[in-house]
């Protein structure tokens, strides 16, 4: 089976009645956004968006409203078709499904949950999450089952029986991420899901989340436009600007080395202190430190946190370790230079 779920490659999304003629246009003469908007009367949405997503990764997509990440997100799943490019579910181009073919897709490999649920106020929160599973004529006994399993994982058990007025805002979200689960789908999209609630609840959701997807290894797109969230979810992170991802990479590099100013002033406010690794700022061992009898030792994982604790306690330097070998060190000096920066080569 295949590491790779989700591959899009060179995707555009152009919006308006000539946008065949605008799109050749752009492919042929180059112009941009509002060139094609001037000449054809049409808006680009999405410009040459290329990525893969790895099997159990979670991959955020960020920016702020009007950047192209809601519209990029619906055309996986097709309910966006798209003007050119190229979209692989599982190493099946969906473009080429019949409309059988993808609403199969839909109900069994992909699960999708919005900002705001539309769950069924007449329905109790079982029969909310079960519905997809009657679609596909699963038998009542072995819906409910799986609707009370999945109720589990979001720490909902006891309320099967509750209609979503009852619940709050967090708890109905949690029920629609249930909903999304209960056909064990390959992909989870994930579009602002999080944004209505509360500070607290919204950080709570947050954790709950990312410790579920890591727990079932699901893969998962997750829209948001705030880039704390972001760096809390996600394994990778894209970030959009006018219809164009002008970065892709992990939190620790989004913020340590950000492409250009957009990026910069994004992770301005970001605090390294728990993205940096110790592998990202050690020295190798063949310098002349003198005896590390004695010295803290940390995995090449940890983070400025830790090491700042570690440093603390101690006149040597931390030993940086990689399967219990000792592979590089952390000066004090070296440690004051991470925190200001990041990455000091």
Request: proline share 4%; charged share 25%; glycine share 8%.
């Amino acid at each position: 089976m295949s590491k790779i779920v989700v591959k899009l490659t060179d995707v555009w999304k152009i919006f308006g009645v000539r946008a065949d003629d605008a799109m050749a246009a752009v492919k042929s003469e180059g112009i941009g956004k509002s060139e094609v908007l001037d000449r054809f009367g049409c808006v680009v949405a999405i410009q040459g968006a290329s990525f893969e997503v790895s099997r159990g990764e979670v991959f955020c997509i960020m920016g702020l409203s009007g950047s192209g990440k809601s519209t990029l997100v619906r055309h996986i799943n097709r309910l966006i078709e798209p003007t050119a490019g190229q979209i692989e579910i599982m190493g099946q181009d969906i473009q080429f499904l019949s409309e059988r073919e993808l609403r199969q897709v839909r109900a069994q490999k992909i699960g999708m949950v919005f900002q705001h649920m539309a769950l069924m106020p007449h329905r109790s929160v079982r029969d909310n999450v079960a519905y997809p599973l009657k679609i596909q004529k699963i038998p009542k006994s072995k819906r409910w089952a799986i609707s009370d399993h999945v109720l589990s994982l979001v720490e909902l058990t006891g309320y099967e029986d509750r209609l979503p007025e009852e619940l709050s805002g967090g708890m109905q979200q949690r029920v629609g991420i249930a909903r999304a689960l209960a056909s064990d789908p390959e992909l989870l999209l994930m579009d602002e899901p999080f944004s209505a609630l509360d500070p607290l609840i919204r950080l709570q959701m947050q954790n709950q989340f990312k410790a579920l997807v890591n727990q079932l290894q699901k893969t998962t797109l997750f829209i948001t436009h705030d880039l704390d969230e972001a760096i809390r979810i996600g394994h990778r992170i894209a970030i959009m600007k006018d219809g164009i991802i002008v970065q892709i990479g992990t939190p620790e590099d989004i913020v340590t080395n950000p492409a250009d100013d957009y990026v910069r002033e994004f992770v301005q406010g970001i605090s390294k202190l728990k993205l940096i690794k110790a592998g990202s700022i050690m020295e190798p061992l063949d310098k002349n430190i003198g005896d590390l009898t004695g010295a803290p030792r940390a995995d090449v994982s940890v983070n400025l946190d830790h090491l700042i604790d570690l440093a603390a306690r101690s006149e040597h330097p931390v030993v940086i370790t990689d399967d219990a070998k000792d592979v590089g060190f952390v000066s004090k000096q070296r440690l004051l230079l991470g925190i200001q920066g990041g990455n000091n080569d």
